[in-house]
């Protein structure tokens, strides 16, 4: 209620003002001014008052500093993350300066420099130093700022270390999902044609591929049986020709994985990507370690999302059909944030930066900072349940006489190589 009376006496304040003004151009007229005429009084008394609003500018502007500084982020939970405030914080001293020297000489000379009938403006087209300078300034300015952001970015993006812990954030309408090694150290491989309710992430293992081919086969039996016993409308009996048509086809690429997978398992040993996914371990739960490096691998399943994780100072894309990664080195926990921030309540989140869907803004995940102690014994509780429950089994090679030929050795190595820059 109270906002509404506010509201109605603000609006009630405008309409008065505008009559006001109005009763002021009628009593001009009626005494013979033209709106055009601008007395010498008035030119002064705009002047002066661009002086007192220049004052009341930066103090209003200087108040919003101070009043809003407690919704700023608090200080980086990660190392990468001071370089970028630091790199930040120089941008802001040089914007500070040009944004103080212009309006304060932009007020100034308006409020100085007021229209007066026996002055006349000094005509000065031209001046080669001045533009030298205002041209070479700005320039030498952005150099400095563009070398010192690629430095900071090169420092960022260099490769990871080979012991950086290795964790995968999978991205999909409208929720995040992590992946972690299990205790072979090692991310299994992935196909999307994989992907059901039991494997999210189409994490590649003997028993995902029969499970996979099984789904197919009875869908397949499902409809063929529709089609047979049943009366269809002409155009339904054609899609669901289709929709066999595409679960043969599933049937033989995933029958051509699992060929694949066999071979390449039998060449590469546990250097194979397809021996090492069944103790993978899948959470909706997101923990990392501080002090220690981690490598941040990420997929998406549908449209492109963003890793942000503004107090970390991180941000990366998930992009359909590729990986992209980020590596960096936390440094506060989540304990230690609590008190530095006064706010026992407070979490790392895992946020999307990319406007994916309706439910966009809803698409977070807690992230979990802690000391090396209590990351391994949360990681102990996660190796308990695995992503099949078993270790990964070496698979035998398929007889001639399986639904799909087995490839060349050169044909293979050409076709693991493909599916592991388009999977993993």
Request: charged share 20%; net charge negative.
């Amino acid at each position: 209620m109270n906002t509404l009376l506010i509201l109605l006496v603000a609006a009630f304040g405008v309409m008065a003002i505008a009559q006001m003004a109005r009763v002021y151009e009628l009593t001009a007229k009626l005494r013979g001014h033209r709106e055009e005429d601008i007395s010498e009084s008035d030119n002064r008394m705009n002047g002066r008052l661009m002086w007192v609003f220049c004052v009341a500018y930066f103090a209003f502007f200087l108040w919003l500093l101070i009043a809003y500084s407690d919704k700023l982020l608090p200080v980086s939970a990660s190392e990468h993350g001071v370089w970028l405030d630091n790199m930040m914080f120089w941008n802001w001293v040089v914007l500070f300066i040009v944004f103080f020297i212009t309006n304060i000489a932009l007020f100034w000379f308006a409020g100085k420099y007021y229209h007066r009938k026996d002055r006349k403006a000094f005509w000065y087209p031209h001046n080669n130093t001045i533009e030298i300078w205002w041209t070479v300034v700005p320039a030498v300015v952005m150099m400095g700022i563009i070398v010192y952001g690629l430095i900071t970015w090169n420092r960022i993006m260099k490769p990871a270390s080979p012991d950086a812990l290795y964790v995968e954030l999978y991205a999909k309408q409208f929720d995040w999902t992590a992946r972690y090694t299990g205790a072979d150290g090692v991310l299994g491989a992935t196909d999307y044609r994989l992907i059901n309710d039991v494997n999210p992430l189409g994490i590649v293992t003997e028993k995902a591929i029969a499970t996979r081919l099984e789904e197919l086969a009875t869908e397949k039996a499902a409809i063929l049986k529709t089609l047979a016993e049943e009366v269809i409308a002409p155009d339904k009996r054609e899609e669901l020709e289709i929709r066999v048509e595409h679960l043969e086809r599933m049937a033989a690429r995933i029958t051509h994985l699992k060929v694949l997978m066999a071979q390449d398992i039998e060449q590469n040993g546990q250097a194979s990507a397809y021996a090492h996914g069944t103790d993978d371990i899948v959470t909706k739960e997101f923990h990392l370690p501080v002090h220690k490096e981690v490598k941040l691998v990420m997929r998406s399943r549908d449209v492109i999302h963003s890793m942000y994780l503004p107090h970390v100072r991180a941000q990366m894309n998930a992009v359909p059909g590729m990986t992209t990664t980020f590596h960096m080195v936390p440094t506060i926990t989540t304990d230690s944030m609590r008190l530095i921030t006064n706010n026992p309540a407070f979490d790392y989140i895992l946020m999307c930066n990319k406007i994916c869907g309706a439910s966009h803004y809803n698409m977070q995940m807690t992230l979990t900072l802690e000391d090396a102690v209590s990351y391994d014994n949360w990681m102990a509780e996660q190796l308990k349940k695995p992503f099949e429950g078993q270790p990964a089994a070496t698979t035998p090679v398929p007889a001639a006489n399986d639904t799909i030929p087995a490839a060349t050795s050169t044909q293979t190595a050409a076709i693991v190589a493909a599916d592991a820059n388009k999977t993993n």
